[in-house]
């Protein structure tokens, strides 16, 4: 697996996590936060619990499974990212057109709100 790609995976698992942490175990949970967001290696989660790397390597990649199951069904992050691009677009077309300056502040201050519920 390329850099890039690499990077890329971890973006989204990270993402994922975010939305669906409180749906996985607790190991599941530190286990991913070891390997993604601290940057531990298997070796040294393994050496943190006593298990062998295989052990952390499994649990990894069950957890890694279980996030793209719920994200499946659920969607959170898709929905997020299209609300994301939908409020880009229509901050992109308030800035363009030719509305008064009392509308383009009272659009602003929406998609604001929206951009706060995220």
Do not use: P
Request: hydrophobic share 35%.
């Amino acid at each position: 697996m390329s850099q890039e790609n690499r990077l890329e995976k971890t973006n989204r698992i990270n993402l994922l996590f975010d939305f669906y942490e409180q749906l996985l175990t607790e190991k599941q949970q530190t286990f991913l936060k070891y390997y993604f967001h601290d940057d531990f290696s298997l070796g040294e989660i393994a050496a943190e619990f006593d298990i062998s790397r295989q052990a952390v390597y499994e649990h990894i990649k069950r957890a890694e499974q279980v996030l793209d199951m719920y994200e499946e069904k659920l969607g959170l992050l898709q929905k997020h990212e299209q609300r994301s691009q939908e409020l880009e677009r229509l901050q992109i077309i308030t800035e363009s057109s030719g509305m008064s300056e009392s509308d383009k502040t009272r659009i602003y201050q929406i998609i604001n709100q929206l951009q706060q519920l995220e």
